[in-house]
């Protein structure tokens, strides 16, 4: 037998494990099974560490890397125990046929396995889509389900971003908030948007340590402490280092630009950004190099601070750093510059020790809340998006029902819900709600079971209403307006209001209002609301389906996969039906079945896996 060294050396020289390669464990399996000094050898190898590493990226909670080789072995095959068992769970949501019962899954993700789920949620989230859709027959093969997986799986992620978040809110209401930090704040807003909290952390913290190596270049301090003669230059170098790498004042037009409010934009894209964003930066370099700096809430724009230690029993002195115009004035004099920019901000300059304190948490909380809200009001038509006007409003609104709990913020907050359907028991029912106060939380309980009761649906039965022409899943154009889209659902005949149905000029069709009506996935991302009559059936292609997946963000909500007919058959094909659309058209499938609409069901598995007329 060869010595135990070589083994190793062969052994620690296999493929590091990966979401996508296991060939490394499992020739580390089979090597367990042939003797008991090989498996042996296997238990006790260095390289546990690097696999584990290797798989997961994010920094994982309640783990160090002090541990004993043959630790890092058992709390791999720990992880990957409690990733196989969020893996069923993820397909248990795919496959709920109720919206009720994905909340609870997901909460039992969310709530129950913390930041851990983070990369295998991810890695869920990435299932491949059909090689058609982008001419790749290089690429690997597609689940049946796979539109499906992708976007339950960002909806999980998401709800657990928004969680990690929220809690670090937490304690700003309970006036706990001496743990939280100016940069947790703002980070929790880009959870929002799916942001890992815990890699923007790191973001900043690369941000600071690149400072501070270009600091240290300067020659501006020796060792671990910059002395308080020193610490003056330091912040003017450190704000002349910011705009250097980009981070500086946005001109007029952008000063209200709602990516500047957030981390995960301001530190990449949007680096001329506010006051709040930039002095958040400055803090956290300052922080870094050993600097007592803080916040300072001052009305017209946040200010820094920095608390100088006193020399040879001295007392403490004061910095105050206008960072956003730090190019023209760098270091404020309380007595000459501050007093004119509190007259300016409509305060006198008696207030000025009432707002040139360390600002904490809580304040800048509130403050950022204003500044987000502000910037959605005075642009309403921003070059960001519908959508990211949509989050950002939802981090809004979030944040204010945790600051003032009653009846219409919760009603506020079951509106986002509709784009963010996993949400209602993760984020809302388990995070926000159990923070409020008693009565408060008594209010928004009800309100959201009266929101479930809303939501649950009866089924719709097609062979009582077989003079519905099209089916669900089914492609088309609108013949007067030409958009395309799929079928969500159907109605035997016209069911809105009659305000609605003047307004649309319904009696105008040569139809009216009792023929059957459509609700209609289009692309851009409306649902609307179609007359039969304006129904132009599409024969799914697909580059049609390309362009519905590119083009409608939730698509998957609906539909798991794509019945694409070949050139031999005379049907349109369609959309395939989720497990929880299906439910609520039970006999759709088997109906369309029978007049050859669609593909038989039985080779598409999904278990195993405004309006105008």
């Known amino acids: 037998?060869?010595?135990?060294?070589?083994?190793?050396?062969?052994?620690?020289?296999?493929?590091?494990?990966?979401?996508?390669?296991?060939?490394?464990?499992?020739?580390?399996?089979?090597?367990?099974?042939?003797?008991?000094?090989?498996?042996?050898?296997?238990?006790?190898?260095?390289?546990?560490?690097a696999h584990y590493h290797s798989r997961w990226k994010r920094n994982t909670q309640g783990r160090n890397d002090d541990k004993a080789e043959a630790d890092w072995r058992l709390s791999y095959i720990e992880r990957r125990i409690s990733d196989n068992k969020v893996y069923d769970l993820l397909n248990d949501i795919v496959n709920a046929t109720s919206a009720e019962t994905k909340q609870e899954i997901a909460a039992t993700i969310v709530v129950d396995y913390k930041y851990d789920p983070w990369d295998v949620i991810e890695h869920y989230s990435q299932a491949p889509l059909p090689p058609q859709l982008y001419s790749n027959p290089d690429a690997p093969p597609s689940p049946p389900d796979a539109l499906a997986r992708r976007f339950w799986a960002q909806q999980c992620l998401g709800a657990l971003a928004r969680r990690l978040g929220i809690m670090k809110w937490l304690p700003l209401t309970q006036l706990e908030a001496h743990d939280v930090t100016f940069q947790d704040v703002l980070v929790a807003f880009s959870t929002f948007f799916n942001a890992d909290p815990s890699e923007l952390?790191?973001?900043?913290?690369?941000?600071?340590?690149?400072?501070?190596?270009?600091?240290?270049?300067?020659?501006?301090?020796?060792?671990?402490?910059?002395?308080?003669?020193?610490?003056?230059?330091?912040?003017?170098?450190?704000?002349?280092?910011?705009?250097?790498?980009?981070f500086d004042k946005p001109t007029p037009t952008h000063y209200h630009d709602l990516a500047n409010h957030f981390p995960h934009r301001f530190l990449h894209t949007n680096r001329r950004c506010l006051?709040?964003?930039?002095?958040?930066?400055?803090?956290?370099?300052?922080?870094?190099?050993?600097?007592?700096?803080?916040?300072?809430?001052?009305?017209?724009?946040?200010?820094?601070?920095?608390?100088?230690?006193?020399?040879?029993?001295?007392?403490?002195?004061?910095?105050?750093?206008?960072?956003?115009?730090?190019?023209?004035?760098?270091?404020?004099?309380?007595?000459?510059?501050?007093?004119?920019?509190?007259?300016?901000?409509?305060?006198?300059?008696?207030?000025?020790?009432?707002?040139?304190?360390?600002?904490?948490?809580?304040?800048?909380?509130?403050?950022?809340?204003?500044?987000?809200?502000?910037?959605?009001a005075l642009h309403p038509d921003s070059p960001e998006g519908e959508q990211s006007r949509f989050v950002a409003a939802y981090a809004v609104s979030s944040a204010i029902m945790l600051l003032h709990p009653v009846g219409p913020h919760v009603d506020s907050l079951l509106g986002f819900l509709t784009r963010f359907p996993l949400d209602l028991d993760a984020v809302l029912l388990r995070t926000i709600v159990p923070a409020i106060p008693e009565h408060s939380r008594m209010t928004a309980i009800r309100m959201i079971n009266e929101h479930r009761l809303s939501e649950r649906r009866g089924t719709k039965k097609r062979l009582l209403n077989e003079n519905v022409k099209h089916y669900v899943g089914l492609c088309i154009r609108h013949k007067k307006y030409g958009y395309e889209g799929v079928i969500l659902s159907w109605d035997p005949m016209c069911r809105m209001s009659e305000s609605w149905q003047m307004r649309m000029q319904v009696n105008s069709l040569s139809r009216k209002a009792s023929q059957p009506f459509y609700n209609v996935l289009t692309v851009g991302e409306m649902t609307r609301y179609v007359a039969e009559e304006n129904i132009e059936p599409l024969r799914l292609t697909w580059p049609l389906a390309k362009r519905l997946v590119d083009s409608i963000r939730d698509l998957g909500m609906f539909f798991c996969d794509f019945d694409v007919p070949s050139d031999s058959e005379s049907r349109e094909g369609g959309m395939v039906m989720t497990a929880e659309l299906r439910h609520k058209h039970p006999d759709e499938m088997a109906f369309c079945e029978t007049l050859n609409w669609i593909h038989n069901s039985e080779d598409v598995d999904i278990m195993q896996s405004s309006g105008d007329h």
């Not at 060939?23 to 390289?47: D, F, K, M, P, Y």
């Open 1 to 49: 037998m060869f010595p135990v060294e070589i083994f190793e050396l062969i052994l620690d020289s296999l493929p590091l494990s990966t979401f996508t390669d296991d060939s490394g464990i499992h020739a580390l399996l089979r090597c367990t099974e042939t003797c008991s000094s090989l498996r042996n050898i296997v238990h006790q190898l260095a390289s546990w560490r």
């Open 201 to 246: 952390a790191l973001e900043f913290t690369a941000l600071a340590q690149r400072c501070k190596s270009h600091l240290s270049s300067l020659g501006l301090f020796q060792g671990e402490d910059i002395p308080p003669s020193s610490i003056p230059d330091v912040c003017i170098k450190i704000c002349a280092w910011m705009r250097s790498e980009g």
């Open 275 to 376: 006051p709040m964003s930039l002095v958040c930066i400055f803090v956290v370099i300052a922080q870094h190099l050993g600097l007592n700096a803080s916040p300072v809430n001052f009305p017209s724009k946040v200010l820094a601070h920095i608390s100088v230690p006193g020399t040879a029993g001295a007392k403490s002195s004061d910095l105050w750093i206008d960072v956003f115009d730090a190019s023209t004035l760098c270091i404020l004099d309380p007595n000459h510059d501050i007093p004119p920019m509190l007259v300016a901000a409509g305060l006198t300059a008696e207030q000025v020790h009432d707002v040139l304190g360390p600002a904490g948490p809580s304040d800048i909380f509130v403050r950022i809340v204003h500044n987000i809200h502000r910037s959605l």
